[in-house]
């Protein structure tokens, strides 16, 4: 049972939840929902083998005895894909940022201790997550984004950094990777990174309100420089999905609290089966 | 360690490019950790391992070329100019990595939209400006 839920978790929950638009509205709570699924199904995938055999032990099945072998491999294989695969995306990208943070702070020009400003002329923003966090603009990008504008941006940069929102975009690339690859969500990851991005738009549209945002969104989306022919990077699609989602109002009040009783349930779910066979052990 | 909490904001990078390029100016193409640590001591104390720390990162970074001096040591010289490297570095970030090193930055506001994506966004901004108009002035 344990594993079906497993199962459920990892390929059927995201797939519906990534369908429900309105819990945008509600980043912060959708966030939450989907750390709760994806931790649900950890635990369920993790634990479900060794239980099974468990139950057939209990169950009087002689031969339980000599399949909890293979079931402990199976848990250990699951755990170690887990950390080998966490370990891997985890030294890559730190690698990545640390490179390109030495790249950023050699050729730009310091604004202040974080933002670092490239002599290029295509518009750019983003953000270096870690421990000497940094946010890169260009030339390009103060000459295109009004005062405003420009504080928006920053303002949607720094929320990103100072709430860590790379750990939970690695945490759940991580997971991602670890799933079997016929059990992959990909539209999961793809909610998560648009809805990482809401986030940090609400935090600018705290500052701002939300029409300099809506704008910066717009001039920076539209303002390549000839001389470098982008591939494909932007993602004009969720960049339309955060324009429409400015004009909207918060969600529902009652949409958080529904969400976080989702949450705490779907979390609930596999730890309360672990339970009952636990209990069932000791009686 | 003085030098330590002086580098955090990494000004030391770019102040070891920025001698590098100042040596190379005045004929000096490849140049050893010690005319940069020298070039840079002026009125600081900073020590040489540091230097030569911070000129492997540039170096792994790409932004100097080590090569086999006549002694022992190293010696180093730019990849480029400073818009050079500039330009190909976002090139290259921008283009030439796969997508998980582009994630690695969070990139999210680059876009090479076309007309009709930036068409799309035009009308989703007037709906906010529309709806928001009156708590904002504009860019007037
Ligand atoms: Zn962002």
Redesign the pocket.
């Known amino acids: 049972m344990l594993a079906a839920l497993a199962v459920v978790l990892t390929a059927v929950a995201p797939r519906a939840m990534a369908r429900q638009e309105v819990f945008r509205r509600s980043p912060r709570a959708a966030l939450l929902g989907w750390q709760a699924v994806s931790l649900a199904a950890v635990v369920s995938a993790v634990s479900a083998a060794p239980l099974a055999v468990h139950a057939l032990a209990l169950g009087g099945a002689g031969w339980a005895a000599w399949a909890a072998v293979p079931a402990l491999a199976f848990s250990g294989l699951v755990l170690g894909r887990l950390l080998w695969s966490g370990h891997l995306v985890g030294t890559r990208l730190r690698a990545a940022r640390r490179e390109h943070r030495v790249l950023v702070d050699a050729l730009g020009e310091a604004v202040d201790d974080e933002v670092r400003v490239l002599a290029h002329p295509t518009p750019t923003a983003y953000c270096l997550p870690g421990l000497r966090r940094r946010v890169v603009l260009t030339e390009g990008t103060l000459r295109a984004l009004p005062g405003e504008e420009l504080d928006a941006v920053l303002a ?1 940069e720094r929320a ?1 950094l100072r709430a860590r929102h790379d750990l939970v975009l690695e945490f759940f690339t991580v997971l991602h990777q670890s799933a079997p690859s016929r059990l992959q969500a990909p539209e999961a990851l793809r909610e998560v990174r648009l809805l990482v ?1 809401v986030l ?1 738009d609400r935090a600018a549209r705290r500052r701002t309100g939300p029409v300099p945002l809506a704008r910066a969104l717009v001039a920076l989306a539209g303002a390549s420089h000839p001389e470098t022919a982008l591939a494909a990077t932007a993602d004009v699609s969720a960049t339309r999905t955060r324009m429409a989602l400015l004009a909207e109002d918060d969600a529902p009040g009652w949409l958080a609290p529904v969400v976080y009783a989702f949450a705490a349930g779907v979390l609930a779910a596999p730890l309360a089966l672990l339970g009952l066979a636990l209990g069932s052990m000791g009686a | 360690m003085p030098t330590k909490t002086i580098n955090k904001l990494g000004e030391l990078e770019r102040a070891v490019m920025d001698q590098v390029w100042a040596l190379g100016e005045s004929g000096e193409p490849s140049v050893s950790v010690r005319q940069v640590h020298e070039g840079l001591l002026r009125g600081r104390d900073l020590a040489y391992t540091t230097v030569m720390t911070v000129m492997g990162r540039l170096a792994d970074a790409g932004l100097l070329v080590k090569e086999r001096g006549s002694g022992r040591a190293y010696l180093y010289a730019a990849a480029g100019t400073r818009e050079e490297l500039t330009a190909s570095s976002m090139l290259g970030q921008l283009q030439g990595l796969p997508s998980a090193d582009r994630r690695a930055a ?1 990139l ?1 506001f680059l876009g090479d939209a076309t007309a009709e994506e930036i068409a799309d966004l035009k009308a989703a901004l007037a709906e906010v400006e529309k709806r928001h108009g009156r708590s904002n002035g504009g860019r007037s």
């Open positions: 949607h990103h991005e940090a | 969070m999210h």
